[in-house]
């Protein structure tokens, strides 16, 4: 009757713990072959010389103990040795002196204590490989998005709870300004920290990190979520104001429009999810300068002056146009930083200069598209920072033929002339 309530109930007990955490058979058979010695261990003073044979599917466990056949009289350790006669009666007839002997153990026998240990033992080691796997879950998703039901909320952080029970805790400071969650409420954020002290678990998720923002574009736009769009770089400030740098790998496809959707419809929901933190879809490049002038919308920039070595960079704009580079507050300067990796100081330009000064982009008709681009992508986006820039330096970072450029200059010239 033991037999039939201890062991395979068990059994059948682990195997839903497997069922449940997808441990596979063999580590199942391990951690029950673990808790049998263990507690044989300790009733025999060692389990170097049992065998425990066990088949999880059907319950069935076995357990030989491996003992020397010593001369009648002789036996000094009941659990490593067996009298020659006792061998012998024990349906080993022809045992000899020095022969192994192998008794089979029924643990049932040793009574309902042990078998409660046991239990207590087999239940101690699922706990610490349950605990185990959460961690080696959740450290592999470090960086994805997840969901989860408010269960608690204090002064310093939020309890959530996901679909499996699993906990997650949202701090105060890696919540959203303008956060409020309600009980039962089911809130997204992204698993910022995985860590395991003292075998404890410890899952913290973030609503204010860059990857936040990733993964719900990720989910809002199709063709990021298919490769088809790349997420280049993001600076935010939660709850402000957010920049994000996207480009496509498909010539067809618009990155900036494919993020926004028709009249906002993808980013609509994220700027809600975000408690209504504007955000900012630019083209990324790889030339600096023009990284640095998109970053910088809504502002027109003049002119630019960039040390790489230095990752600075020296702005010049009309005076009307300072304000908006800079932003309420200093947000988008601090924004355009974050994102291009450059420190952006903003100077006005001479007024004087600009009331003559014209946007190289009012040339179209007289130079071709492509090198105005080229001048562009160089920082110089007026008339007059092409005519103050060296003819050599202009053929060099421009990639144009000296007779392209000596034709630019003749028209700049003849502008300002007029």
């Known amino acids: 009757m033991a037999k039939k309530e201890s062991t395979p109930n068990m059994v059948e007990q682990f195997a839903e713990f497997k069922e449940l955490k997808n441990i596979d058979k063999t580590t199942m058979i391990s951690v029950l072959e673990e808790s049998f010695r263990n507690v044989l261990a300790k009733m025999f003073g060692t389990d170097e010389n049992l065998d425990v044979i066990l088949n999880p599917d059907k319950g069935d466990v076995q357990i030989f103990q491996n003992l020397t056949v010593v001369p009648d009289g002789e036996v000094s350790d009941a659990n490593t040795q067996i009298s020659l006669s006792d061998a012998r009666a024990d349906d080993d007839p022809e045992a000899e002196v020095g022969d192994e002997h192998t008794k089979e153990i029924i643990f049932e026998k040793f009574?309902?204590?042990?078998?409660?240990?046991?239990?207590?033992?087999?239940?101690?080691?699922?706990?610490?490989?349950?605990?185990?796997?959460?961690?080696?879950?959740?450290?592999?998703?470090?960086?994805?998005?997840?969901?989860?039901?408010?269960?608690?909320?204090?002064?310093?952080?939020?309890?959530?709870v996901d679909s499996e029970n699993n906990e997650l805790l949202l701090p105060k400071s890696e919540s959203i300004p303008g956060d409020f969650f309600r009980k039962g409420e089911t809130i997204r954020a992204v698993i910022a920290n995985v860590d395991n002290?003292?075998?404890?678990p410890k899952i913290t998720v973030s609503r204010t990190n860059e990857n936040f923002l990733r993964r719900l574009f990720e989910l809002e736009v199709p063709e990021i979520h298919d490769g088809l769009i790349n997420i280049r770089a993001v600076a935010r400030i939660p709850g402000e104001r957010a920049k994000i740098a996207v480009e496509s790998y498909d010539d067809r496809i618009d990155p900036v429009g494919a993020c926004v959707g028709v009249k906002g419809s993808r980013i609509h929901g994220i700027v809600r999810e975000l408690r209504n933190e504007n955000i900012d879809v630019i083209n990324y490049t790889a030339n600096p300068s023009l990284f640095i002038q998109r970053a910088l919308s809504p502002a027109r920039v003049s002119s630019i002056r960039l040390d790489e070595e230095e990752r600075k960079a020296e702005v010049f704009l009309r005076p009307e146009e300072v304000s908006l580079a800079i932003g309420k507050n200093g947000l988008n300067i601090k924004l355009a930083s974050m994102l291009t990796?450059?420190?952006?100081?903003?100077?006005?330009?001479?007024?004087?200069?600009?009331?003559?000064?014209?946007?190289?982009?009012?040339?179209?008709?007289?130079?071709?598209?492509?090198?105005?681009?080229?001048?562009?992508?160089?920082?110089?986006?007026?008339?007059?920072?092409?005519?103050?820039?060296?003819?050599?330096?202009?053929?060099?970072?421009?990639?144009?033929?000296?007779?392209?450029?000596?034709?630019v200059l003749n028209i700049l010239r003849a502008e300002f002339d007029d």
């Open 111 to 160: 009574g309902r204590r042990a078998i409660l240990t046991l239990r207590q033992t087999l239940q101690s080691k699922i706990l610490d490989l349950q605990k185990e796997a959460v961690y080696n879950k959740f450290k592999e998703l470090e960086g994805e998005l997840v969901s989860g039901e408010v269960y608690q909320t204090w002064s310093k952080e939020t309890l959530l």
């Open 197 to 200: 002290k003292n075998n404890n």
């Open 341 to 407: 990796g450059y420190t952006i100081d903003v100077y006005r330009d001479n007024d004087e200069a600009f009331d003559e000064d014209i946007y190289l982009d009012e040339f179209k008709d007289e130079i071709d598209g492509w090198v105005i681009e080229a001048l562009k992508d160089m920082g110089c986006l007026t008339a007059k920072s092409v005519l103050n820039t060296p003819r050599e330096t202009l053929i060099e970072k421009a990639d144009l033929e000296e007779q392209t450029v000596d034709n």
